[in-house]
């Protein structure tokens, strides 16, 4: 590998690492605020009617922006293709949800879920001015210019939401919140990286998007069933209210993956690209992100776990039961959030090799099992169940993926169990702490809970860094130097 690509990409990490960082703490904040004013029924609204638009909106990019990152040449008529191309696909999008808007409330009684589809619709323009110049900044590396973008876009939201909801808006604070987001990252990311646009159509481009983004499109669609058809079943057939305790539970469940997502994912990715004819080199990187995506993973999920009712009870429910109900569930998908960050380094290694058929292959398989479990799951054992079958069904995907790892990259199921054996390992030292807490009785005050935190991450850390010779000190350097330098 380059130097200059090795220099970008630790200070690419660098750069995710502290803006992701204040990103997660502006939407801890803020999700904390909104939990306490908002109930499980404004949730679920919202994420019901969200169901449907985020289906949409898989068929509003068919993998261009990854092709723009991956192409060797870009030009200023494949840039203004791709412009061409999305800004059709969204205005098609906006005219096909507005439709939907009117058909959805005859088959489900959910109030309201006719307006926050039409309105979350306009996303899809908002975004499509954007769209190029962050994919050009992906492609360029800046991670810089991108982060200060998610930054001030992710503010604004959580700015808007809170004081709607703090005036009474309800679930409608999460809506506004929503498309003020996306316009604010519309004009930042144009105002970092400018791109003189304009509507130019090219049939052979086309071609050339599609080819690449086709299976990245079946990927993209199978992995919205993947990630929603829990949530239409629970709304579908349990109501707003307890999909609104299940999509609280899968949402912070799930910050971690995103959180890696944001960080290591979105700056290896490129890297992976620039040196995927170097295979010893690709598999070393890739090693490297699954053993410190199944650290952090592990270190922030497993402590959420351990403290999961003093979480729910005293900080989302500010002393009350109000988010008890989804305990369990909460706990289930702490775990699915490990097994997600754990098995997604794979996504862009694959993507990389252009064997885009394969991510489509292991979600349509889990996708399939989900489906076919999900309404059982729900119907015997609540949404507990449902957050059981998301777990497995998820975990399925490395059949898959590993057999063709050892093929494709020569990386074979022994090397993953090594990378991953340090991190598990550690993690037994969360159930000594949590006996310890139990046992004496420890109580649930906001003192107490940090108190609880700051041991179960320094019982965890401790033996790891151990256990990997502190090479994680080394590397927190490393960054630390990047972003000064």
Known sequence: MAEGTGKKIVKGVAYNSAARFLVIAIQGVAGIVLARLLNSTDYGIVAFAAIFVTFLSQFSDFGIGSALVERKVVDQKVLNTAFTVRNLLSLVLIVVAVVLSFIVPHFFDTPHIDWVIRLLALNFVLNSFGFVSSALLRREMNFL???????????????????????????????????????????VINMIRPCHLRYEFHRETVREFWKFGSYMFLAGLTTYVLFNTANFIVGAVAGAEMLGYFSLALDWGSRVPVLLGMTVLSVLFPAFASIRDDKAQLRKMYVESVRYSGFLAILLNGTLLCISEDFLRTILGAGTDKWMPALDCFRILCVYGIVRAILEPLGNVIVVFGDTKVLFQANL???????????????????????????????LQYA????????????????????????????????AVYGMFHYWSVGDSLPLIGLKVVVYA????????????????????????????
């Not at 889990?366 to 015997?380: D, F, K, N, R």
């Not at 063709?404 to 390992?425: C, D, H, N, T």
Request: hydrophobic share 60%.
């Open 458 to 485: 320094a019982a965890y850390v401790l033996p790891f860094s151990y256990l990997t010779d502190f090479q994680i000190v080394r590397h927190l350097k490393e960054l630390t130097s990047a972003r000064m330098q």
């Open 365 to 395: 398989i889990a996708s399939v099992v989900q489906i076919a479990l999900l309404y059982p799951a729900l119907a015997w054992f609540g949404v507990e169940g449902v957050a059981f079958v998301v777990l497995c069904s998820y975990g």
């Open 145 to 187: 210019g991108g982060n200060i973008a998610l930054l001030v876009s992710t503010a604004a939201g959580a700015v808007v939401a809170v004081v709607l909801a703090l005036y009474g808006f309800g679930f409608w604070s999460l809506v506004y919140s929503a498309l003020v987001s996306s316009l604010v990252s519309a004009i």
């Open 400 to 431: 898959i993926y590993l057999p063709y790892m050892a093929s494709r990259a020569e990386i074979g199921a022994g090397i993953f169990l090594k990378a991953v054996s340090q991190p598990v390992f550690c993690s037994v030292s969360f159930v």
